[in-house]
């Protein structure tokens, strides 16, 4: 079945930086546009990274010029590359995987913790 697994999270100093990365299994990787949300404590879930198939990428307002992703088709994983991190960039960090004409192929990771201490 498919599986999204996150990993990469934990406590990073403001100014720090830190690399999330998502193991992709059970879908075919190359087709489908890949993203990074997070969910801050009282907060919506908010869209934070996309990148396409054809390695179009789209950043929230937030982390433009902080963030980067990229994905690795040979590994089937994308990751998440954050610098300058700051305190309000504290979230649980959830891995997304949709294909981009079926839409119900929506699918989603446990979430990894990313904790900003100032």
């Known amino acids: 079945q498919v599986q999204l697994v996150e990993s990469g999270g934990g406590l990073v100093q403001a100014g720090g930086s830190l690399r999330l990365s998502c193991a992709v299994s059970?879908?075919?990787?190359?087709?489908?546009?890949m993203g990074w949300y997070r969910q801050a404590p009282g907060k919506q879930r908010e869209p934070v990274a996309t990148?396409?198939?054809?390695?179009?990428?789209n950043y929230a307002d937030s982390v433009k010029g902080r963030f980067t992703i990229s994905r690795d088709n040979a590994k089937n994983t994308v990751y998440l590359q954050m610098s300058s991190l700051k305190p309000e960039d504290t979230a649980v960090y959830y891995c997304?995987?949709?294909?981009?004409?079926?839409?119900?192929?929506?699918?989603w990771g446990q979430g990894t913790r990313v904790t900003v201490s100032s």
């Open positions: 997304n995987s949709r294909h981009p004409r079926f839409l119900d192929w929506d699918y």
């Open positions: 059970g879908v075919i990787f190359s087709v489908n546009t």
């Open positions: 990148i396409t198939s054809d390695f179009s990428t």
